[in-house]
């Protein structure tokens, strides 16, 4: 019940289209419903006058009459199946938008955790069948009552006995479509488990196509998508076996109430209780009677599709993100930068500790500089401090103030990151370097490509700032794609800097321009750097060695070299000597 409230709920905004829609289903199936009732004044009280002139009086009376029902039919109609698919369209737009706002909201955690591909499909494949339901659902069963109910109180009218019999079967064909009902609603839930494992498994290798043929794997490609595609051939066979007993079987139920009446009908004729006119009027009536059992019988399958995309839908939304603004969080004013770390522990899923009982303290401004083996945390260090991971135990703050009692977005506002692997988003360059503080102007923007180095290189190209990038920037090489990273944080501007290998993907010539630059930028910030290559660290106001077991060294380039420990040996191992 919970998840059909919640699903009304999105009827609220719509109400008025909701409701017309609902008073143009009752016109229409008040229009259907009065036509027996019209053949059965014909058949018994005008064909049978015997002149001429009275028959054609009524005919041409009740056909006006009749063209002027079936031309507000044709108007009732028209809105159903166009507004009321408007409807639908509406609410599947709103459930879209809920789910995607959601997800903005969920920390890395979350997606660390979760598929892409399954995502994608609970927002476009099973977004679409809660449409249908939206704005069929409820209409189909209103007319279906109403069509339902109207017979049957027309018939008991005319003959007690027969409706009797048909009220009996129409019983059974409701068991039978509940039995077939419940088999339904569990295949679908497979049928979408399985296409959602499809479309991950196509998201994963379009996305590593270039993995992919460079090791020339495409036939393990195949096999995989082959794997999934067959398990969800499989479910869709099940589906459409239990499908065709089900339609199959209401289609017999229905010859059933067809036979019935002609049986029934010339046995009550033969002994007098009823007339000719009356059994024409039940076989119109059953056809009445059929189409909205039809439509019962669609809707329990259109149902199942809805209300299991509709729950798979509420499983993503109801997931709270677990990190989340404070009630008394606040926006942070006039940052310096200072960051201190107390006392503070980290693990990913509560698993292997990464960082355990770190401590330390940055001042506003200062360059530090953060280098160790592959694995020592240094990229989670960095993450925490913009809550992109939530820590274990002790505290972070920024200018004294613990961030978890900072809001996010102020949190983020005033933290710039260039990361070691760089995103670009399908668009332009311009759009890209934008990214870093919408509604730049041009000339900000020029202004921060030429201060990361990229100016250049982008005027050679054919369109130059609007030049588009393909997906994943995939029509750029890997430095332009890193110059561009870094405009987005020159045009940020933040007070807190954070450069993960961010001249990783630079040849040396580039890399030189781009240290100057960032030696600028880095100038009365506060600036974390994560560096492999240990030249761009030299002047780095504090060098901090972190490893597997916390923060081993600290100090100026020359006081670890002459410390002899860990970061003279692996500035060592790069350039074979002591400098």
Not at 59 to 67: E, R, S, T
Not at 340 to 345: M, R, T
Request: proline letters at 2%; a neutral charge.
């Amino acid at each position: 019940m919970d998840t059909i409230k919640k699903f009304i709920s999105y009827y609220k905004p719509y109400k008025g289209m909701f409701f017309m829609d609902m008073f143009c289903a009752l016109t229409l199936s008040g229009i259907d419903l009065i036509f027996p009732l019209i053949v059965r004044y014909l058949l018994d009280n005008v064909y049978t006058m015997g002149d001429g002139n009275k028959i054609l009086h009524y005919v041409i009376y009740i056909g006006i009459a009749m063209l002027l029902m079936y031309i507000v039919r044709y108007f009732c109609q028209f809105y159903i199946t166009s507004w009321g698919h408007v409807m639908g369209a509406k609410m599947e737009a709103d459930m879209r938008s809920d789910i995607f706002n959601h997800l903005q909201k969920q920390s890395f955690s979350y997606y660390d955790n979760t598929n892409t591909g399954k995502l994608m499909s609970r927002i476009v494949t099973d977004l679409f069948d809660i449409s249908e339901l939206a704005h069929h659902g409820p209409e189909d069963l209103f007319i279906s009552t109403i069509k339902i109910l109207g017979s049957f109180i027309i018939l008991m009218n005319i003959n007690v006995k027969i409706t009797s019999i048909l009220f009996f079967l129409t019983l059974v064909m409701i068991y039978f479509s509940y039995f077939y009902n419940k088999k339904m609603k569990f295949i679908y839930k497979k049928n979408r488990e399985k296409i959602a494992n499809v479309n991950a498994q196509i998201q994963d290798s379009l996305s590593g196509i270039r993995v992919v043929k460079s090791f020339s794997n495409e036939e393990i490609e195949n096999r995989k998508f082959e794997r999934g595609n067959m398990e969800f051939l499989e479910t869709k066979e099940t589906s459409y076996f239990i499908m065709g007993k089900f339609f199959s079987g209401n289609g017999f139920f229905q010859g059933i109430l067809y036979l019935s009446v002609i049986l029934t009908g010339g046995i009550f004729i033969s002994v007098g209780e009823t007339t000719v006119s009356d059994l024409v009027v039940y076989i119109l009536y059953i056809n009445t009677f059929l189409n909205p059992i039809d439509k019962l019988v669609n809707f329990t399958e259109q149902f199942q599709k809805g209300i299991t995309g509709f729950e798979r839908f509420l499983e993503v939304v109801n997931t709270k993100p677990d990190i989340q603004d404070n009630p008394n969080a606040i926006e942070i004013k006039n940052p310096r930068g200072e960051i201190q770390f107390e006392d503070v522990s980290f693990s990913y899923d509560n698993k292997d500790t990464i960082l355990d009982s770190i401590n330390m303290k940055i001042k506003a401004g200062k360059n530090i500089a953060l280098v160790g083996p592959s694995g020592s945390g240094k990229t989670t260090f960095c993450s925490l401090i913009p809550r992109f991971y939530e820590i274990d135990k002790g505290s972070i703050k920024i200018d004294g103030i613990d961030i978890r009692d900072i809001k996010l977005k102020s949190l983020r506002n005033i933290i710039g990151i260039v990361q070691q692997d760089v995103y670009m988003f399908s668009g332009s360059i311009k759009e890209n370097i934008s990214y870093g503080r919408p509604g730049a102007t041009d000339e900000e923007i020029i202004d921060a490509a030429k201060k990361a180095n990229a100016h250049e290189f982008i005027m050679n190209l054919e369109d130059g700032y609007e030049t588009y990038v393909g997906e994943r920037g995939v029509k750029l090489s890997g430095g332009q794609k890193q110059r561009i990273s870094i405009a987005r944080a020159f045009l940020k501007n933040p007070p807190i800097l954070i450069l993960d290998e961010a001249t990783s993907a630079l040849d040396n010539e580039s890399e030189k321009y781009i240290q100057k630059s960032l030696e600028d930028l880095a100038k009365n910030r506060t600036t974390i750097v994560i560096a492999h290559r240990l030249s761009t660290i030299k002047n780095a106001d504090e060098i901090l060695v972190l490893t597997a077991d916390g923060i081993k060294e600290a100090g100026s380039h020359e006081e670890l070299i002459n410390k002899k420990g860990l970061y003279a040996a692996l500035y060592n191992m790069q350039f074979g000597q002591v400098s």
